[in-house]
């Protein structure tokens, strides 16, 4: 019998004897590891960016964030810091040093960038349920979560990892997305299984509204337009994008098919085109002419991060910068 085969090596792929039980995984790796699933990414003002990775088919899940300092470093993975995690669901920049990563342990994790651009843990807050998404406002510490059927504002800075607002039980059913109106705090969107979409103001003493309720499908992806904030968009399971417009509240002004997979998340570019993902390796762009929803753009083959599983994220900008924005 060969070396190998004394030493209990493996030889295309087996494992000898056959059976020495395998070794089961315990710790997080030691280098950046970029798996198949992406499942977010984000620029601060700076035009730096956070791509965020997760191993979600093996029986250790992993999450890896990676720091580039502009979006042609992303292109190719070229990551100057990077922080090794549980798996996640989604990440945000707080401001242009300090990121906001939603963990599926429920936690949110604040994550500084340091000079030497060396990413460490200063503070969390903890959930008990996993966090579907998370959103934040243009010059403030605050960070918008949804767990369950609650929404929960939290402070960044805050030491006694105590949330400033919660509000519980307004969706009968599991939330699934928000979005903030980036210039003011008291202002954002709720998503959720029980079909229904809210907009809530916080200085009223009961926040939401219903702004729009599909008949078929759940809410899975919610968008404010920030340069026109009469209008919102909403994604569906069925994989169907809304137009909303905000003052005429249980309509919708014009519907898009996108996909035959749920729709995961929705960006405005401008005023007038956003761009959509979902369950599905297409990335599609969406003008609006006169209140009418046209596809005008698909890629199905993204150059520089076409890493493809079900439920993947991805930047829509950045996917079709050159030909389309």
Not at 16 to 44: G, H, I, M
Not at 215 to 224: K, N
Request: hydrophobic share 35%; with cysteine; glycine share 6%.
């Amino acid at each position: 019998m060969s070396e190998s085969l004394n030493n209990h090596s493996s030889l295309g792929g087996a494992v000898f004897p056959p059976n020495k039980p395998l070794e089961p995984r315990k710790q997080f790796s030691k280098t950046p590891v970029v798996y198949d699933s992406l499942f977010f990414l984000d620029f601060n003002k700076n035009g730096n960016c956070i791509v965020g990775a997760s191993e979600v088919a093996g029986t250790f899940w992993e999450g890896t964030l990676l720091y580039c300092k502009n979006e042609k470093h992303l292109e190719n993975f070229d990551y100057a810091g990077h922080y090794i995690y549980s798996t996640t669901s989604d990440g945000k920049f707080v401001n242009n040093s300090i990121i906001a990563l939603a963990e599926d342990t429920g936690n949110i994790n604040v994550i500084s960038v340091d000079e030497d651009l060396m990413l460490r843990s200063v503070n969390y807050f903890k959930l008990i349920e996993r966090i579907p998404q998370i959103a934040v406002w243009n010059k403030s510490s605050r960070i918008l979560s949804c767990s369950g059927r609650s929404v929960t504002v939290w402070d960044a800075d805050s030491i006694d990892r105590k949330p400033i607002q919660k509000y519980g039980n307004f969706h009968l059913e599991r939330i699934t997305c928000v979005d903030t109106l980036k210039n003011d705090t008291n202002l954002f969107l709720s998503g959720s299984t029980d079909r229904n979409a809210c907009i809530w103001d916080t200085r009223v003493e009961v926040p939401p509204s219903v702004l729009y309720s599909n008949e078929f499908s759940s809410i899975t992806g919610i968008a404010w337009n920030q340069e026109d904030d009469h209008y919102i968009t909403v994604g569906t399971q069925a994989g169907d994008i809304y137009l909303l417009d905000k003052r005429e509240s249980k309509d919708f002004v014009s519907v898009l098919h996108c996909f035959d997979a749920p729709v995961n998340r929705v960006v405005f570019n401008n005023a007038k085109e956003f761009a959509v993902c979902g369950n599905t390796k297409d990335v599609l762009i969406v003008k609006c002419l006169s209140d009418e929803l046209h596809d005008v753009y698909r890629n199905s083959n993204i150059s520089g991060l076409s890493k493809t599983s079900s439920g993947m994220m991805v930047h829509y900008t950045l996917a079709v910068s050159e030909s389309v924005w």
